[in-house]
């Protein structure tokens, strides 16, 4: 079966420019997570999404970042007026589970999309 | 807060040797743990998990955990490393769901690179 799929895997823009990043989690999947990984860290959480709700953004740097589920299955993340520290590989994941159940199964990762600003 | 700190940001082994990569965790709660591997340019895969049942995990690949609430330590072991083993390791806690400001996100070390000499 399919697994997360994130899109584009590369994005190079201009600083100021806006960029969409894509993802496409596991189907039926209910709970979708967007992480940011700098060169050389560990990924950090962004936020939140159950089924359509955004449940959690306290993880999103500025309000230069919005991210949406407008359906409960594909997400969004846009950022607008992008700078040169938001050069990063941004992480999807997608989890089956759903509240308390979350910290007992596992998150689904796509392969990421590098961003690299200019 | 949860935290989790990896002791090695780098590990060097030879092939057929074994791999300890070391763990720490700080939580209030009963913690779940995760190993994730990161190979380059490629999204995060689950090793193995821990989540309150048996102490010793294993994962795949030969990989095995174990958890010792004594000395808050989650460290990864594999007997024989194999060529392929080279990545990124990262240990993550997951953050329990309390329905506000906790929504079972992930929260990761700063990651340890295994290196395998042949």
């Known amino acids: 079966g399919a697994g997360v799929s994130q899109s584009p895997r590369y994005k190079v823009a201009k600083r100021g420019q806006d960029v969409a990043l894509r993802c496409d989690p596991i189907?039926?999947?209910?709970?979708l997570f967007w992480y940011q990984q700098a060169l050389g860290q560990g990924p950090e959480f962004l936020t939140y999404?159950?089924?359509?709700?955004?449940?959690?953004k306290s993880g999103l740097p500025s309000d230069r970042f919005f991210a949406e589920r407008p359906e409960g299955s594909v997400s969004t993340l846009k950022i607008q007026r992008t700078q040169q520290e938001d050069s990063a590989v941004y992480l999807c994941?997608?989890?089956?589970?759903?509240?308390?159940?979350?910290?007992?199964?596992?998150?689904?990762f796509g392969d990421g999309t590098r961003l690299s600003i200019l | 807060a949860q935290s989790v700190t990896q002791l090695d940001s780098h590990v060097s082994v030879s092939e057929g040797t074994p791999v300890l990569l070391r763990c720490n965790y700080s939580?209030?709660?009963?913690?779940?743990l995760f190993w994730y591997v990161q190979h380059p340019n490629k999204g995060l895969q689950l090793l193995l998990k821990?989540?309150?049942?048996?102490?010793l995990v294993k994962g795949i690949n030969g990989f095995e955990a174990e958890f010792k609430k004594s000395e808050t330590s989650f460290h990864l072991t594999k007997p024989s490393a194999h060529m392929s083993d080279a990545a990124e390791y990262f240990c993550?806690?997951?953050?329990?769901?309390?329905?506000?400001?906790?929504?079972?996100?992930?929260?990761f070390g700063q990651g340890t690179t295994l290196q395998v000499k042949p």
């Open positions: 994941a997608s989890s089956l589970a759903q509240g308390r159940g979350l910290g007992n199964q596992p998150q689904h």
């Open positions: 189907s039926g999947h209910v709970s």
């Open positions: 999404f159950q089924n359509e709700a955004q449940l959690d």
């Open positions: 993550v806690v997951s953050d329990p769901w309390d329905g506000s400001s906790n929504t079972g996100k992930l929260i």
């Open positions: 939580s209030s709660y009963s913690p779940s």
């Open positions: 821990y989540t309150s049942a048996a102490t």
